[in-house]
């Protein structure tokens, strides 16, 4: 049996409580990510009818439930958790899905993969702050990382700056494979920019 998503006893003991009070026979839960891999990207919970199940899902049997898991979504549920804490109002179900919007990645994954997710995880953190972040454009030939900045950072006077001290530092300690990175930002626009 394989586990997707880790579902505490208290998860499970309520949403088990919940599936009993459906008037569906043999109803279970599907988990699902939407827009996975995207900064934009939702965990999902809902109501699982036996015609509803996908066959390309992956079921997680448990003790008490059923659960789906949308077989698209499995590589983003990684270390995820599903937790229910109560409380004096009854409780709440908490979802926690670190990898939703970006996969966990391993020195095997693809070098465009890796750079995903250092920028998502480590440099755009940072660049929040402003309101900047940045994205990756391409890998040349060569392993340069071409680099687009956006929000706050586009048109920022010292971009320079967080590039080569910040993002380049970063991103070559990290990926042995990259020689640079070069930014195609058009820096003559400046209306949004943190610094002019």
Do not use: W
Request: overall charge negative.
């Amino acid at each position: 049996m394989s586990t997707y998503v880790e579902i505490t006893p208290d998860a499970e003991e309520y949403l088990a409580e919940l599936l009993s009070k459906q008037t569906v026979e043999g109803m279970s839960v599907r988990i699902f990510i939407t827009q996975p891999g995207t900064r934009y990207a939702e965990t999902c919970l809902a109501y699982c009818r036996p015609d509803e199940v996908n066959p390309t899902d992956e079921l997680q049997q448990m003790e008490k439930l059923r659960v789906y898991v949308e077989a698209m979504s499995v590589p983003y549920l990684e270390e995820s958790k599903i937790d229910f804490a109560k409380d004096r109002m009854g409780g709440q179900l908490t979802i926690k899905a670190p990898n939703a919007k970006m996969p966990k990645v391993t020195s095997d994954s693809p070098v465009e993969e890796r750079i995903n997710y250092i920028l998502y995880t480590e440099i755009n953190p940072g660049l929040a702050s402003h309101g900047g972040e940045v994205s990756l454009v391409e890998v040349t030939e060569e392993g340069v990382a071409v680099l687009k900045f956006g929000g706050g950072c586009q048109g920022c006077s010292a971009v320079d700056m967080t590039l080569k001290d910040g993002v380049e530092a970063t991103l070559i300690s990290k990926i042995p494979e990259l020689s640079g990175v070069r930014d195609i930002t058009d820096h003559s626009q400046t209306e949004n920019a943190y610094i002019k």
